[in-house]
């Protein structure tokens, strides 16, 4: 897979938290407020470290659908379309009103962020985000760390409301290129955790790992990453 770095890549994908976005879970609060308000669940989650469990299982790369899904099941509830779509609204809105005195509270840019991103726009390779957060909430985040003039979030991009993060990858790629076969695409999908790397191996994408996020290099190496990062903008030579 490294071959791939010879060549500039035909497109990247990002993941939000740990990779553009550290330092911060505060939109757990959000999820947390928007599944009791329409669903009456209760998230019942919780840190130790950089690992986040639910109801004691292990959840670092779920998707939104899957951690959702997941609460409610263990309430003996199933969520309807119609309320998936009702907590998707109300997380992001929650999430956009809140403020906070900490200027961390929403995590801080990763390293080199700005700099990649601006690189990829002077030299027009698309990029686009593959992340466990469903649009509305993705938007959100981004919008508070001001990125969101980056990225187009309603016209391409992979989302949390697929059912896992392979499907997420997958659908991220095909929305920038509007086709079904990625055969002939070089295209870097930049994460930091496991669930990550996977993704982009099955679906034929080059792993791209981070070392300031949950998995850290030892493991994002030992589970096929072609590329470990410790800044964003060590990508930049290789776009050309």
Known sequence: MTSAFITKPDAIL??????LIVGSNSHFASLEYALKEVAN??????RNGDRLYLNDNEITGWVDSQLWNAAAAYEGIILTPGQFELISYVAAEHYKSTNSANPDYFGTH??????LLNRLSEMN????????????????????????HYFHTTLNGGYGNQDNRNQVALHAAKSIFQTEDLSTKNIWLVGDTIADMTAAITNNLTPVGVSYGAAGSEKLAANGAAKILTSL???????S
């Open 110 to 115: 990763a390293p080199g962020v700005t700099n």
């Open 41 to 46: 669940v209760t998230l019942k989650w919780k």
């Open 125 to 148: 390779i698309p990029y686009t985000l593959s992340t466990g957060n469903v649009q509305p909430t993705a938007q959100a985040k981004l919008e508070k760390v001001n990125l969101s």
């Open 233 to 239: 903008e060590e990508l930049i030579p290789y776009l």
């Open 14 to 19: 990002f993941d939000i938290d740990g990779t």
